[in-house]
């Protein structure tokens, strides 16, 4: 597979589940592996897929969950960390993909969950649902390996490339607007204190 996947488009890319996509990628990890993941529906969709003490759900902060992935993997290197946002999100906070690229840490991944909506807001259009492709955008800044998962195999096996080569990598899905599987629990000093222990930094 070449380091870029021009052929895969994000117009040809298949629309998935998000929570489908989400449980598929926690059923990759075995090594404690970190995961930060955006406000509204990506944390409650990883809240419901597994309660691990390495997940972190982001609460009240849009735009921060690959500012703080990038942090954790610049810590603790020899940990893969992952960050999971929407596209709403990362189009607040585009600066971290260059930051991302600069600092090129080898054990980050982002995956970026697309379904053109500010979804927990009212359903408003962002600017992917016109003309804005973020893996064209992550590409420019400067990661290289950025590509959209062309559907629910291609993302798994993008997931499981990430887990064992070098990075950073930049994953893009396109998603539906279903709703989120759970809720997750609005207790930042718990998530927080979990997420540390999960760490190994918190006794």
């Known amino acids: ?7 895969v ?8 589940n998000r929570f489908d996509l989400t449980r598929r990628l926690v059923s990759k990890l ?3 592996e970190a995961v930060v993941a955006g406000i509204g529906n990506t944390n409650f969709d990883l809240w419901a897929a597994g309660r691990r003490p390495q997940n972190f759900y982001m609460l009240g902060s849009m735009g921060l969950a690959c500012p703080i992935a990038l942090g954790v993997a610049i810590a603790q290197p020899g940990r893969r960390v992952f ?4 596209d709403g999100s990362i ?8 930051t991302i690229a600069a600092a090129a840490p080898k054990n980050l991944a982002i995956v970026i ?15 992917t649902a016109r003309s804005t492709d973020l893996v064209a955008m992550a590409r420019g800044a400067g990661i290289a390996k950025a590509a959209w998962a062309a559907d629910e195999a291609d993302f798994e096996r993008r997931i499981e490339r990430a887990l064992a080569e070098d990075g950073p990598w930049l994953i893009g899905a396109r998603i539906d ?7 997750t629990e609005r207790d930042p000093a718990q998530i927080r204190e979990r997420f ?4 190994g930094v918190r006794g």
């Open 1 to 7: 597979m070449p380091t870029h996947d021009p052929a």
């Open 9 to 16: 488009t994000r117009g040809a890319a298949l629309v998935m």
């Open 113 to 127: 969950m697309d379904n053109g909506v500010y979804q927990i807001t009212g359903g408003q259009e962002t600017l």
């Open 91 to 98: 189009l607040m906070q585009l600066g971290c993909l260059g």
């Open 83 to 86: 960050g999971v946002e929407g």
């Open 30 to 32: 075995h090594r404690e």
């Open 177 to 183: 607007a279903g709703p989120p599987a759970a809720q």
């Open 196 to 199: 540390m222990r999960g760490l």
